[in-house]
């Protein structure tokens, strides 16, 4: 049966009260109104044990990104040039190794390019756009 205030395919069905009309609905519909009848078959949960709440040990905030450093000059590579390179990277179905290798570059430099932490210098961002088949120095048209 559906549930006649969203329509809803529901298995159970709770009997509200709303404006003063009584209605079959879901469980996500239930709350808009009186419940007049439980929810058929009732939940009944064994009370547990109070638990403990969960000690809240916030963390600190992240460190704060240290500004990306300008190598490259005048060309401005695109500002998700790490995640385009990332995305399209794991869609070739290459690890970063493979990749960096590929490139010819570390991969600890290359993990960095795709945090963001550096920016591809102009030779190497030509590599990666050629390796990667994506533009990443000059924007999409
Ligand atoms: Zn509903």
Request: net charge positive; hydrophobic share 35%; with cysteine.
């Amino acid at each position: 049966m559906n549930c006649e205030l969203c329509g809803r395919e529901m298995h159970r069905y709770h009997e509200v009260l709303i404006d003063g009309v009584t209605m079959k609905v879901c469980d996500q519909c239930a709350k808009y109104g009186k419940e007049v009848r439980r929810a058929t078959p009732p939940v009944v949960k064994a009370t547990r044990a109070q638990a403990p709440a969960p000690v809240s040990n916030p963390l600190p905030p992240p460190p704060r990104r240290r500004p990306v450093q300008d190598i490259v000059d005048d060309d401005e590579p695109m500002l998700d040039f790490g995640k385009m390179i990332k995305k399209r990277r794991e869609e070739m179905g290459l690890s970063q190794e493979q990749l960096a290798t590929k490139l010819q570059e570390k991969k600890n430099l290359l993990a960095k390019i795709e945090r963001e932490e550096i920016k591809p210098d102009k030779q190497t961002a030509r590599k990666i756009e050629k390796v990667l088949g994506i533009r990443i120095i000059e924007k999409i048209q």
